[in-house]
């Protein structure tokens, strides 16, 4: 229940901080009139989208190869947990993805990416529950990967279907960001950030 509320309660204030910074981009201290006088609704973002997807046979990533930087970045799960449980989209290094089946089922070792990962998200072994279940490093939004020296990046855990994350794209132009899921470390993927 509490994974649920902060899910909702990180994206409202994202999507809040959002419109704050468009506003603040545009030079304009408050929203433009409606011709009957009334606030006009904000502009949406453009965003590009990657989204979480399975089959019987097959569980993967799919969407958006390219971004740029200061874009909105939308991580939807349309995967069903009950076939295939929950999802991670986790920004890491090259060096930590797992390249075989062998690596991937190795992933939950110490060291490896997938506990580090699991260990960020202030996973409790006891009641089987994440209780922070977007993990912010770096500047605000997607720039921070995890990697072997580097043992906090952005990740974002999702255990429902239908559930949806934007967050602007901090890094830097000419950025290669490889993501993944810790859960199933055989889907990965990565997104090329733009000027």
Not at 8 to 20: C, E, M
Not at 73 to 85: A, C, D, E
Not at 108 to 115: A, D, N, R, S, W
Request: contains cysteine.
């Amino acid at each position: 229940m509490g994974t649920t509320r902060r899910s909702a309660v990180s994206r409202g204030v994202l999507a809040a901080g959002a419109a704050a910074a468009l506003v603040a981009a545009l030079g304009t201290g408050s929203p433009a009139a409606a011709e009957d006088g009334a606030p006009a609704a904000a502009p949406a973002l453009p965003a590009k989208t990657i989204s979480i997807r399975t089959t019987a046979k097959r569980l993967y990533f799919t969407g958006s190869s390219t971004v740029k930087a200061g874009e909105l970045l939308r991580v939807r799960n349309l995967s069903n947990p009950k076939q295939h449980g929950p999802h991670t989209f986790t920004l890491v290094a090259t060096n930590v993805v797992p390249r075989s089946r062998k690596a991937g089922e190795q992933c939950f070792t110490p060291g490896k990416i997938c506990l580090t990962a699991a260990i960020a998200h202030e996973f409790d072994e006891k009641t089987e529950e994440i209780n922070k279940p977007l993990v912010e490093a770096g500047k605000p939004g997607w720039d921070k990967r995890f990697s072997r020296k580097v043992r906090s990046g952005d990740s974002w855990y999702s255990e429902k279907k239908g559930e949806v994350l934007e967050q602007i794209v901090s890094a830097k132009a000419g950025t290669i960001l490889r993501y993944m899921c810790v859960v199933h470390p055989e889907m990965q993927g990565k997104i090329r950030v733009t000027g």
